[in-house]
């Protein structure tokens, strides 16, 4: 073991010794209390007020040093800087909100315990009772996901929370308060636990990592911190609140309901079918954890699927590549899955799809592509203009017209609109003709809807013009500001029940406080709202 291992377990086990003593000391004392432990006055201390004297830490993963804008919107880098603005909003000093990123999870949970360790046990009962720990743990099982950005709740990594009761050394009640009964013999550490710490510290793989930051945010509930866990949970442990954010399903749904809405579906029949191809990318490169990446490919293609599926089973939607059909299950997700760790690997399974089975050689009619991510649809959109598809996806079922839209953007950049292509034939309801090409009126392929998710700044203008249709992206204003609201809330000793946006679920014996929003759907119309006044890229970004 290092030194520096020895001495942080030494201080770990110290500060477990010191809780057991506090807490003994509080089960002493009964019907006494120091004026440093007494619980906050919800009549009298107003929420900021109880939060202008918090500490916070805040402790994320490192986002990877990128030299490009082709990468997603959904980075820490952008959630950072958010959350600081919308917890000093609630009522949080800047000056006692730190931050910390770590490159993985071994040296975050280093860090957390050497935080929990050297600021919680030498603090008083009150000072521990305003901190917060708001921690997004540094998981590696999204390697091979990062086209979707950082923000995703990993498949594999499914809420695993205590399912015992919480100790009696330290249970929370309802308005926030921290009992503290007589300590038993089972909160003292024993040889064997110290013998498990110290296997812990020398076994430096992911599996014990998250073992070691669970064990130390479960100390600092003990201490009275209040803690915070974003994206993916930690095993064992039930945090004050859990904020769960996209999940694979969510962001294949998303794509799948924007193709429904924008292809108007609804309204199609089987005499004209409407085709759409699905591509589910999987990266297979060495770095990539293939159990994470194929859980995440299987999960979003169920969300894909839940909405598709009536539509290609009633015959109102096809495959051109025949790789879906009214008998395709959700457990059929490798028939549209490839891979997609380069861009050339994209350009090469479309070019396929809409080429293999065309009986003229012309490239094949395709309505709508749901491509997962933005580096998929980038890929498709050049796909597309190398196999000649012309127009926009605004001439399909225009909603609205897009120089009015770009007009609002800037004032003076106008984009034309022409009308939706009409089928080449009047052969209405030909299974055969089933997935064949259909032309615009200059004989070209007409453009397709595109849909993806990560927002990748290079990626704007392609959504302002209409080229791909929309991109999605974590809602980082709503989240940072709920988050920084349920904080507030419980340093001010109030229910966050209380609170519309934080949901209640129960796993065994454990009560655990989500909060949640679903992803936005970025299109041209609101991409004025969503990113540019939000900051998130500028005019020049979007083409504009």
């Known amino acids: 073991m290092s030194t520096r291992g020895k001495h942080s377990l030494a201080r770990f086990l110290a500060l477990a010794t010191a809780t057991v003593l506090t807490m003994t000391s509080a089960a002493c004392g009964e019907g006494h209390q120091d004026a440093g432990t007494t619980s906050i006055d919800t009549d ?5 007020s109880a939060a202008a004297k918090s500490h916070v830490m805040i402790f994320t993963p490192s986002d990877g040093i990128s030299i490009s804008s082709h990468t997603p ?8 800087p958010a959350i600081t603005k919308s917890l000093t909003g609630a009522g949080f000093q800047s000056k006692n909100i730190k931050v910390r990123t770590d490159g993985n999870l071994s040296k975050q949970s280093d860090d957390v315990q ?14 521990n009772h305003h901190t917060i720990l708001i921690v997004a743990p540094a998981t590696s099982a999204n390697k091979g996901n990062e086209q979707y950005g950082d923000y995703v709740t990993n498949p594999t990594d499914a809420p695993k929370y205590d399912t015992q009761k919480p100790s009696d050394a330290a249970r929370r009640t309802t308005d926030g308060a921290l009992d503290k009964p007589s300590a038993s013999s089972s909160d003292k550490p024993t040889q064997t636990q110290n013998e498990n710490d110290q296997d812990n510290t020398d076994n430096n ?7 070691r930051l669970s064990k130390t945010l479960k100390l600092a509930k003990k201490a009275g911190a209040r803690t915070v866990v974003l994206a993916n949970p930690l095993a064992g442990f039930t945090p004050d609140i859990f904020v769960s954010m996209s999940t694979p399903r969510q962001i294949g749904m998303l794509q799948a309901q924007q193709l429904v809405s924008k292809l108007a579906l609804e309204k199609t029949t089987k005499m004209h079918p409407k085709s759409i191809e699905v591509m589910i ?8 954890n293939l159990n994470a990446t194929q859980a995440f490919s299987e999960e979003a293609f169920a969300g894909i699927w839940e909405v598709l599926q009536p539509y290609f089973k009633d015959g109102r939607a096809i495959s051109p590549s025949k790789k879906l059909s009214a008998a395709t299950t959700q457990a059929d997700w490798e028939s549209v899955s490839f891979k997609a760790s380069r861009t050339a690997e994209v350009k090469t399974e479309l070019n396929n799809r809409l080429t293999a089975s065309s009986k003229d050689g012309k490239p094949l009619h395709v309505d709508g592509i749901v491509s997962m991510n933005d580096f998929v649809s980038s890929a498709a959109v050049d796909e597309l203009t190398s196999l000649k598809y012309t127009g926009t996806a605004a001439d399909i079922n225009p909603e609205i017209e897009v120089s009015g839209i770009v007009g609002t953007l800037t004032g003076k950049h106008n984009l034309n609109k022409i009308a939706p292509p009409k089928p080449k034939d009047s052969k209405e309801g030909d299974a055969s003709d089933e997935g064949q ?13 595109i849909t993806g998710y990560g927002a990748y700044t290079d990626m704007m203008p392609d959504v302002v013009n209409g080229k791909q249709w929309m991109t999605g992206m974590e809602n980082i204003q709503k989240l940072t500001r709920d988050i920084a609201g349920a904080t507030a809330t419980m340093e001010a000793g109030k229910k966050l029940t209380e609170l519309p946006y934080v949901k209640t679920t129960t796993v065994g014996n454990a009560t655990i406080n989500i909060i949640h929003e679903k992803p ?8 004025k709202h969503l990113l540019i006044e939000p900051g998130y890229i500028s005019l020049a970004d979007a083409g504009l």
């Open 44 to 48: 009298k201390v107003s929420t900021s």
């Open 73 to 80: 919107l959904n980075k820490w880098a952008k959630f950072v």
């Open 114 to 127: 050497d935080y929990v360790v050297n600021q919680l046990s030498s603090a008083s009962d009150d000072t």
């Open 205 to 211: 793989d992911e599996v014990t990592a998250g073992k």
């Open 281 to 288: 990318p999987v990266a297979a490169d060495a770095d990539s």
């Open 437 to 449: 090409a259909q032309t615009d009126s200059n004989g070209d392929m007409a453009w397709p809807i």
């Open 520 to 527: 936005l759907a970025v299109s041209a119309s609101n991409l």
